[in-house]
């Protein structure tokens, strides 16, 4: 293969952006065409020289070759609210706080924000995902491989709804509550995250059993939102909380894999990815916790290949994903409600026309600051493939821990990461010394629901369904 038409698919597949959208929460259902079609399952066997965003280790049973994958991912997904808003529209606080509030930051100083009720679609409901996979041999034990692909839970655009907010204008004269466009009363709101993945493995077989590998993966990340301008009172740094175009954060890490062929029909795959320490988004660090922090959490997958005939394979793999790595991801609304003063509750308490300064490590931004409340997922994902002559069939089954309480729903809206079982099938066609690999995957719908945290008169609901479907071409 040519070392010009690998620079040329590199670069091509970099141009594209690749949108973070929902699966496993924010990872995707799997790499590469074969293991998608098997909703994931491969780190015990490769599949293309993409299969190393499984396990670098494959490099050893996919042999040189280079691959193109295309894929269109369709996540539909919506909010509503019920319940109507404690305050009605026009109310007007006085300055000295709320009825029963008697310390800043405790409930109720904090001043009011509501949803008014009814459904919201999200737009923006196609997206295509590109990845690519290059492998070649140093030696007869050795081989190495770069593949590029992209994770696939946050993103929306909702470009209807309102709110009843404090107008920011009439805090002179005490402020009042109104009605104002968008879900979170700011015009459309949403958020946009897009990563992508640059792996570089290498691969050598440690003896007729045991093959090992190792990568070093550089991750881009570009993030948007916009319409939280609301939430410019309770960030530490209400500038760079919201409608500031996309930013950009890079960073590295590494993943390790091995493959033990425990008997002739048997094999054991392991893999380990480290947490990627990503660089702050400068222009959203009043939005993420630790001034802008949005690293990639740690995973771990375990697997079995098992050849059940000559002609066909059975797959089974655990994967964990570590969103506890990540305080941004982790971290729940709570410590906005009991570790933040914000900046209109500190001007009302102390009477003040002069809007104050939020302040406590709870608030947006802040080191403790609040975030999506995303807990560790557990992964389990069944594959099986089968061949006749040339042709290749799969089908796949994978399902997953829901990642978000009911208690974190607010800011969930932006992220609604909620699907849990995925169905996928898959087929191969070998042609002509080149092979095309096709792939359909469906998630079915789920609802999360729960008690907004910000008006305890109102449930907030979101859901989710999505369909994705690809091709893979080896060249």
Known sequence: MKITRLTLAVALSGIVSTNVLATNGYFSHGYGAKEKGMAGAGVAKGGNSISTANNPASLLQVGERMDWGISIFNPVRSMSVSGEPSLPDGFT???????????????????????????????????PIPSFGFSAKIDNYTMWGISLYGNGGMNSDYRSGSARVLNPASLSTGGAIVNSPGVFGAGNAGVDLMQLFVN?????????????????????????????????????????????????????????GANFDLSDSLTLGISYQSKMEMSEFDDYAGLFAEDGDFDIPSTYTVGIAWETSQTSTFLFDYQAIMYTDVTSISNGINPLLTNCIDSLNNTFFAGSPTQLPATGAGCLGGSNGAGFGWDDV?????????????????????TTDQPIASSEVNFN?????????HFTAGYTMKRGGNEWT?????????????????????????????LEFGVDFQF
């Open 93 to 127: 606080p006085v300055l000295g706080g709320f009825p029963g509030c008697s310390q800043p930051g405790i409930l109720p100083c904090q001043i009011p924000f509501s949803h008014n009720t009814g459904t919201n679609e999200s737009s923006s409901e196609w997206f």
């Open 200 to 256: 570089t493995s290498i691969a050598y077989q440690a003896n007729e059993s045991v093959a090992l590998g190792a990568s070093i993966i550089f991750a881009a990340q570009a993030f948007e939102a916009t319409g939280l301008a609301p939430f410019a009172n309770n960030s530490l740094n209400p500038s760079a909380l919201t409608n500031n175009g996309h930013d950009t954060s890079t960073g590295f890490g590494f993943k390790l």
């Open 378 to 398: 557990s992964v389990y994902k069944l594959g099986y493939e089968w061949s006749v002559g040339d042709d290749t069939f799969r089908v796949g089954y994978s």
């Open 413 to 421: 809206l932006l992220a609604p990461g909620v699907v849990e079982d």
């Open 438 to 466: 096709f792939f359909v995957m469906y998630a079915p719908e789920v609802e999360v629901s729960g008690t907004s945290s910000f008006d305890p008169a109102q449930t907030i609901s979101f859901k989710m369904h999505q």
